[in-house]
DNA sequence: GTCTATACAACGATAGAC
DNA sequence: GTCTATCGTTGTATAGAC
């Protein structure tokens, strides 16, 4: 899997698709009990929530704009949410566990750190892009969520760096990595790979495909985990390393 | 300047000193007329709104909370604000100010782009510690603002970019640095020195020192730049860079 | 210069007709 | 299953006493 082409072929991120799960994870809490219309209404209000929230944020957005651009009316929204809080916690944690999935699945079979290292990028690069509402919506509502469910959110960013800390230390041991601090440096790559949907806009100005991107972020990575460069990991002073 | 402790003799980045720099940019707006007075509640009504939004969000945080914490009444909050919209639109254009200048100062009279990338990041790392609240609010707050306003922080955003893309192609054609795309490096030097102020709970718990941090952005940049690695900025495929 | 009291709009949420 | 009408609450902002 070595574009975002191949991706898009071995797993189904369609908003479809994952409207689907989602129905299917709370289906109880939903009353409408006839599966397509639940569907296509769910899809619409993740649709439009995603949309308005996103431009001004989600407090801003009011039911009364969510109902008016979703086409259902205030009644018929809370037939299918609980209430405005349940929404975002729904879009959330669904988000969440869809990302750990692929990731895990993208990661599967692939041996050794520097591949394993590549294909994690190149799947969370093309995981966003097409997610990219969905992953800005998560980090930007991330604080409006209750205490225990955004130390979720929390847990699912560590998690996420762990997952690169534990290629790069895998590396180190088998003597292909530098010495650098493994999660600093996976915090690091964690850091370009948010950049990459937290500000669209830029990379749309640039004509940045999300596989120059992917690319481009991978051998930056390749370049500080370079094994013959540096020999400590400990911090040296006064930009020396240069 | 290569410690904070050094950052910290050359700049004042005071509260105070702040607050009376605000003041003197936005005096006609204010109405209590005596000085010393209106200094001290413009720093407790800042002080509050950072405080207060950045824990649950600027919209979700009421004028009455503000009321409340900053010990001020609705009525007098109101003589030195506008509009709650006003109060955010204060905050961000004033940061970027100091933003632009301190970093500004900082690289005056460094010479060669190594140093000057150095200098550029350890400025950058240790602005955004010490108004680590500013910044965090700045980012995200930043879609509550108007067309114009939010065009402005877009541009500022950008120019931070320029500053650090300027550098590399300096370095390039001075032959120091690698022939990689200025623009898109730039771009990831800019989301790393942003990670240090939007996580700060995990480089809290991780006991990264701000030093620490500068050092680690500089030794990776420097790794990333390393003229002997890599010949072409145009990106290769498939992990091969490793 | 600061306070209390209040105006008025808009919010989330629900009840009951269809 | 979806709508309209309406509830009670809370928001921003202001007026006028002190």
Redesign the interface.
């Known amino acids: 899997m070595?574009?975002l082409e191949d991706f898009k072929t071995q797993v189904d991120l369609s908003r479809k698709a994952i409207c689907e799960d989602l129905y299917a994870s709370c289906r109880d809490q939903i009353q409408v009990k006839k599966k397509p219309t639940a569907l296509r209404n769910l899809e619409r209000i993740i649709d439009s929530t995603l949309e308005l929230a996103n431009?001004?944020?989600f407090?801003?957005m009011t039911l009364r704009d969510l109902s008016r651009h979703s086409g259902l009316s205030m009644g018929a929204l809370y037939s299918y949410i609980g209430s405005k809080e349940e929404l975002v916690r729904l879009i959330q944690e669904h988000g969440r566990h869809l990302s750990a999935r692929v990731i895990y699945d993208c990661l599967e079979g692939v041996e050794g750190p520097?591949?394993r290292?590549?294909?994690a990028i190149?799947a969370y690069v093309y995981l966003t892009h097409i997610l990219q509402d969905w992953f800005y919506f998560s980090f930007?509502e991330a604080?409006?969520l209750g205490r225990e469910q955004m130390e979720a959110a929390?847990q699912g960013?560590?998690r996420t760096e762990a997952t690169f800390a534990g290629i790069i230390s895998d590396g180190q041991r088998a003597g292909l990595f530098?010495d650098?601090?493994p999660?600093?440096?996976a915090?690091?790559i964690?850091?370009?790979l948010?950049?990459w949907y937290l500000?669209r806009?830029?990379?749309r100005r640039?004509e940045?495909t999300p596989?120059?991107?992917a690319?481009?972020?991978?051998?930056?990575t390749?370049?500080?985990?370079?094994a013959d460069?540096?020999a400590s990991a400990s911090?040296?002073?006064?930009?020396a390393?240069?």
């Open positions: 070595h574009t431009r001004t944020g407090q801003a520097a591949a290292m590549a294909a190149r930007m604080r409006h929390l960013d560590l530098a650098v601090d999660h600093l440096t915090a690091a964690n850091a370009m948010q950049d500000k806009w830029k990379y640039l940045v596989d120059q991107y690319d481009h972020l991978i051998n930056m390749a370049a500080i985990l370079a460069m540096r911090p040296v002073g006064g930009g390393a240069f």
